[in-house]
Structure formats: C-alpha cells, structure tokens
C-alpha cells in the first residue's frame, strides 16, 4: 500500500524548546486522518487506511488499536459523549462506530441514507451527536436518549466495625 512509506509515528512538539518527541507503535499508523483528545487527555487517532482507532495512551506513553469490524469502514471523525464513548465516522459503509473504552465495546449505528459518505461528526451542548451526509446532501442527528447500565450493585445497609 501506497502509505506504508510514510513515517507511521506520532510526534508532539515542546514550544519552549522546539523539540519533537516521536512515539512510534508496534503495528503501522495506515493513514492517521483525524487526532482526538478526550476528556481524560488520551490522544484518539483514526487509522483511516488501517481500518481501526488507534489509542495513544499519553501518560503511559502506550499504544493500543482497536480493529473496526468491517474493512471497507475507512474510519475518520471522532468525537466523544458524555459517557466517554468515542463516535466515529466510516464513511464507506454507512454507519457510524461507537466505541466504549471502559469495556471494550464496539458497535455500529446504521446511516440511513445509501453512500452517504459520512467523515464528520461532532457533538452540540445538548450532547446529541451530528454527522454530514456528504454525497447524501443532508446533516443527520443521533439524540442519546438512554443513560448505560454502570453495573452497580446495590449494598443493604449494614453494619460494619473495623479495627485497627
């Protein structure tokens, strides 16, 4: 593939000292089109020719790659909701990932207009998800309309005495 000659490594520049610190990860960055930081600092990377998300754990200073179930997917667009799902467009099938990091969850939300071709998604102040139709000429909306199960056990009330 054509991109493999490229660098395939991330960098980020100190603006004090114009230094660049380069951070290359095990398996190839295949066209990194769009970077995401969320709300934890963690940089999101759309592997656009590799199909999958790459996360760059910044403290750690790790990789990680998250495959998209469908080769043609060609992800691109990121943005995260209120639960820390990362929303991502895949502008050759159709449909929308999203990407549940704190369980390692991936699903599809189908586009339901054909070859839309959507590469851009953002979220309003409302938290509701908006992408571009590109060739289908239309804006879509997705509204979150139901909080996830956080898996909470409930407790009684009892007592407890600890000793020290």
Do not use: C
């Not at 139901?146 to 409930?154: A, C, H, K, N, W």
């Amino acid at each position: 593939m054509w991109w493999r000659k490229y660098a395939s490594k991330i960098g980020v520049i100190n603006p004090q000292s114009g230094k660049i610190q380069e951070f290359t990860p095990n398996l190839p960055l295949e066209l990194p089109d769009a970077l995401y930081f969320d709300k934890e600092g963690t940089l999101w990377i759309a592997a656009h020719g590799g199909q999958a998300l790459v996360k760059f754990n910044t403290v750690l200073e790790t990789f990680e790659r998250i495959e998209v179930p469908d080769p043609r997917a060609l992800p691109f667009g990121m943005i995260e909701d209120r639960y820390g799902n990362i929303w991502f467009a895949q502008h050759e099938i159709d449909k929308i990932g999203v990407y549940d990091p704190h369980n390692d969850n991936l699903i599809e939300i189908p586009v339901p207009t054909e070859t839309s071709f959507v590469q851009f998604v953002t979220a309003d102040n409302d938290e509701n998800i908006w992408f571009v139709e590109q060739q289908g000429n239309k804006l879509g909306m997705i509204k979150i309309s139901e909080i996830p199960s956080l898996g909470l056990t409930q407790f009684q009330d009892q007592k407890m005495e600890l000793r020290y």
